[in-house]
């Protein structure tokens, strides 16, 4: 049978083009989206064929809500061979940016969106993919990273730079999980952070299941509704920074390929690595004007990632 990949956020973005690449490729996609009107309209604009894709609603950002979509795909007997968290939400400008807001669950929007949701979400598909490993299909579980929450990188250098503290701060639903005051540029990089934390966690808690972890940087998708809360002047100059002076710049189309890489490649089938692409991962600024930007490569986290006992107690 088909294999089946469920993708959060295939509404937009890398989620959307990466759906696409992986229907080309035979995969059938389950989209868990906030919004049904909207994946609907962009299947029809991307031409998803009637049978390759389905529907299900999830907002991450409710923990209850996670909880539905996963027993829906239980009661449909969906089988799950990938399971793509992808779906975030980044408030870097605005009222938003000193303003937090806070779900029905108590946690702030940001950060319950991007690492709770998702992190909630693994949990329930888990028997998923437990099931689809003993029926010998090699499942994959990939955490969306990114290099602001990577503080070895020139972008992760950027103030407010990626601190989860203590983390005591997200044990009691402050703001922040360092408790410091709130930045939503900082409630992004945190929770990418946590989000890579958790794909080390899972591979170290988790390696004898059978499912290959994974997380990645997909380059610079300047021009996706990640930038969608941020100042027009923002969102005009900064594809052409990254086209034209870091060269970290990648189109929605070659990133929706190279996360399809990520799920179905044999090269990319070892659990626990970070992958990025040469020639435009801005941590890789030796690599800037290489050609050979189809080829994932195991990139090296910060120290910050790789810290063994915060992932765990993130975990806890
Ligand atoms: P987009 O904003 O284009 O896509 C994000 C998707 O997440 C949208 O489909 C959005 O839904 C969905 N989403 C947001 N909040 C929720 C929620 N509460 N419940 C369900 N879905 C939600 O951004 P990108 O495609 O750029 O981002 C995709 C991933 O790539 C993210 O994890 C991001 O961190 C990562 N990334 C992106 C980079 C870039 O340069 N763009 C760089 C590094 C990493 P809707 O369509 O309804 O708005």
Redesign the pocket.
């Known amino acids: 049978s088909k294999r089946t990949v469920v993708i959060?956020?295939?509404?937009?973005?890398?989620?959307?083009n990466a759906a696409n690449s992986l229907i080309k490729n035979g995969w059938h996609v389950v989209c868990?989206?906030?919004?049904f009107a909207?994946?609907e309209m962009k299947a029809t604009q991307m031409n998803f064929p009637k049978d390759s894709f389905s529907v299900y609603h999830?907002?991450?950002?409710?923990q209850k809500s996670v909880r539905a979509f996963a027993e829906a795909l239980q009661v449909d007997g969906v089988n799950v061979d990938v399971l793509i968290?992808?779906?975030?939400?980044?408030l870097p400008s605005g009222r938003a940016r000193w303003h937090p807001q806070f779900t029905a669950d108590g946690f702030e929007l940001s950060m319950a969106?991007?690492h709770l949701?998702h992190f909630k979400l693994v949990h329930e598909l888990f028997p998923l993919l437990k099931a689809s490993a003993e029926a010998g299909r090699k499942p994959r579980c990939i955490i969306?990273?990114?290099?602001?929450g990577n503080t070895n990188t020139v972008a992760g250098q950027v103030p407010p730079k990626a601190n989860l503290g203590d983390l005591s701060g997200l044990a009691e639903g402050a703001p922040l999980a360092d408790k410091s005051l709130f930045d939503g540029a900082k409630a992004?990089k945190d929770s990418?952070l946590c989000?890579m934390l958790t794909m080390r966690e899972l591979e170290n808690r988790y390696n004898d299941s059978g499912i290959i972890f994974s997380s990645l940087?997909?380059?610079?998708?300047?021009e996706?509704?990640?930038?969608?809360n941020h100042t027009n002047v923002f969102r005009f100059l900064f594809p052409l920074l990254q086209k034209n002076l870091t060269k970290g710049y990648v189109s929605?189309e070659e990133?929706g390929e190279r996360l399809a890489t990520i799920a179905e490649s044999e090269d990319t089938a070892e659990s626990g690595q970070y992958w990025a692409w040469r020639g435009g991962g801005d941590d890789l600024v030796e690599n800037y004007n290489t050609k050979d930007r189809g080829t994932p490569i195991k990139n090296q986290p910060s120290t910050d990632v790789q810290d063994d006992a915060k992932a765990k107690k993130l975990f806890e």
Request: charge should be positive; proline fraction near 2%.
């Open positions: 959060t956020g295939a509404s937009s973005g890398l989620g959307l868990a989206v906030r919004d909207k994946m999830c907002d991450l950002a409710s968290c992808n779906a975030a939400l980044y969106s991007n949701g969306l990273g990114s290099v602001t992004y990418k989000n940087y997909p380059g610079c998708i300047a996706t509704g990640l930038f969608r929605e990133a």
